[in-house]
């Protein structure tokens, strides 16, 4: 059942989630239910609509990461919005608790992706090899526990597990991905990732737009972390 707390930003053309870990966006081979119906259930009743709700996913987040999701309300608004995600109009910042700290505390990383279907995994190189996608992002620490460390990521290119395997490439998983050579899981299956925030041209106003998500609220390391970067911005 579709949380309407979740909702950050709704208008005519556009609809903007907090994903929580573990949801699917778009429906899988698993047979769960995905994000996608569960919105276009609660619109269809919520809105009194006769017929079948449209909603267009704008992009897609892992299933264990939680964040912002945006999908677009028309199909004017789609068309319109994935040409932006195709011209990299759309600003897209992470958040990832790391169990180690890089080398340098900000900097950008540039690799060569190979997606592997059959370990659904994406394998990553210094330099161009067969197959393989360029894959950019920057990063900076922003805050530090005990044992991790919150790094700022924005994420320059769009690639599987980009953010994820980069990472792990330079020593410094993300809580929770044993994919990635995480020490332990986290206990709700979850991977220490969140799509903090989005910016973007409205499809129709033309203004721009930029939405930020929680972390989530069931974890205490997360909320000290978003409590640590806020006083330091005080």
């Not at 017929?51 to 264990?64: A, K, S, T």
């Not at 190189?125 to 919150?150: F, G, I, N, W």
């Not at 044993?178 to 989005?198: C, T, V």
């Amino acid at each position: 059942m579709f949380d309407p707390q979740a909702i950050l930003y709704e208008d005519n053309h556009l609809l903007i989630v907090n994903k929580q870990a573990g949801q699917l966006v778009q429906p899988d081979p698993s047979g769960d239910t995905a994000l996608e119906e569960e919105i276009k259930a609660y619109l269809k009743v919520r809105d009194q609509k006769p017929g079948n709700v449209f909603l267009g996913v704008v992009h897609r987040i892992d299933r264990p990461v939680s964040g912002v999701v945006l999908f677009a309300k028309t199909g004017k608004a789609l068309v319109r919005m994935n040409e932006e995600v195709k011209n990299r109009e759309i600003k897209k910042i992470y958040w990832a608790l790391t169990e180690n700290r890089p080398l340098q505390d900000e900097g950008k990383l540039i690799h060569f992706l190979v997606r592997d279907g059959k370990t659904n995994r994406s394998r990553v190189y210094d330099r161009p090899t067969e197959m393989s996608k360029e894959a950019r992002l920057r990063y900076r620490v922003l805050t530090q526990s005990t044992h991790y460390y919150l790094l700022e990521v924005d994420l320059e290119t769009g690639r599987h597990h980009q953010i994820r395997a980069q990472l792990s490439k330079i020593g410094c998983p993300i809580r929770g991905d044993l994919k990635y050579g995480a020490r332990r899981s986290n206990r709700d299956g979850s991977i220490s990732l969140h799509a903090r925030s989005i910016e973007f041209i409205h499809p129709v106003r033309k203004e721009r737009i930029c939405i930020t998500a929680p972390v989530p609220a069931n974890d205490s390391l997360w909320q000290f972390a978003e409590q640590a970067v806020s006083q330091s911005c005080q």
